[in-house]
């Protein structure tokens, strides 16, 4: 079977809802034993109570990746025990607006998710993956790429996850790690609707179709559709790509103005 992850141990960071839990449910069928890391740990246990109604495997761990002891605490409990050999750094959070109207917190928030959360899950897990080689996915956005309006501080996460992967991809391929970055464009999850509602109410449906005009292709993309190429990346099928940055966006970045 293609893209078998049976016998591997994956953390996945943000696993809840959205993309995280479509990646959990996609590794989990495909055989991988799976460890959601969340912050909302009901979420997690949505996810996980999901995963073995399937017939697959899941742990929940509540964590906060922003807490480097924690990190450690939770990635050191589950290594006790087991290798890893896929870490998935999915969780993050959005800001809109430009610089002017970017406040330090706002700012603060935002790299502390999305640049120091990637940075300490993997700061705790790489070491332990030297011993035998793994693979390492972080998500970045079509913002590490080109211009988006009103997203000073996610660009500003989203570029230094880019930079990121490449980095961790140079300093590691001797010890069989693989590294790479998926930019997603405009994915429909949860959070869009909730966007959508909170900020145009009586409005959902236009909007919702405004969003979507934005990629080329003429839709946004789906959850599965990200995690179908995290699997591939994270498979032996993919065991010659490594520091390597996959928009998957409808055209965004190659086919906009």
Not at 71 to 96: R, W
Request: hydrophobic share 40%; glycine share 10%.
């Amino acid at each position: 079977m293609k893209f078998n992850l049976k016998g591997k141990n994956v953390i996945i960071t943000g696993g809840g809802s959205g993309i995280g839990q479509a990646i959990s449910t996609t590794f989990a069928a495909q055989g991988a034993n799976v460890h959601i890391l969340e912050l909302n740990i009901e979420h997690a246990e949505s996810t996980v109570n999901l995963i073995k109604e399937q017939g697959g495997v899941a742990t929940a761990y509540h964590c906060n990746v922003v807490d480097q002891k924690q990190v450690i605490s939770v990635v050191d409990e589950i290594t006790a025990k087991k290798d890893i050999h896929i870490l998935i750094n999915n969780a993050g959070i959005a800001h809109i607006g430009n610089i002017e109207k970017t406040a330090e917190d706002d700012l603060d928030r935002v790299y502390n998710v999305n640049v120091k959360g990637p940075y300490n899950c993997m700061y705790a897990l790489i070491s332990k993956m030297k011993k035998n080689g793994g693979v390492i996915i972080n998500m970045a956005s079509i913002a590490s790429n080109v211009g988006i309006n009103d997203r000073f501080a996610y660009s500003m996460s989203k570029g230094a996850i880019l930079t990121m992967t490449y980095s961790i991809a140079k300093d590691y391929i001797k010890d069989g790690i693989r590294c790479n970055c998926i930019s997603p464009a405009r994915i429909h999850t949860p959070f869009v609707d909730g966007f959508i509602k909170a900020n145009y109410p009586g409005q959902e449906e236009e909007m919702f179709k405004n969003l979507s005009a934005t990629q080329p292709i003429g839709r946004m993309g789906k959850p599965q559709e990200v995690a179908d190429l995290a699997l591939y990346l994270c498979s032996d099928e993919a065991s010659f790509i490594t520091g390597t940055d996959f928009p998957i966006d409808g055209g965004f970045i190659k086919l906009n103005g």
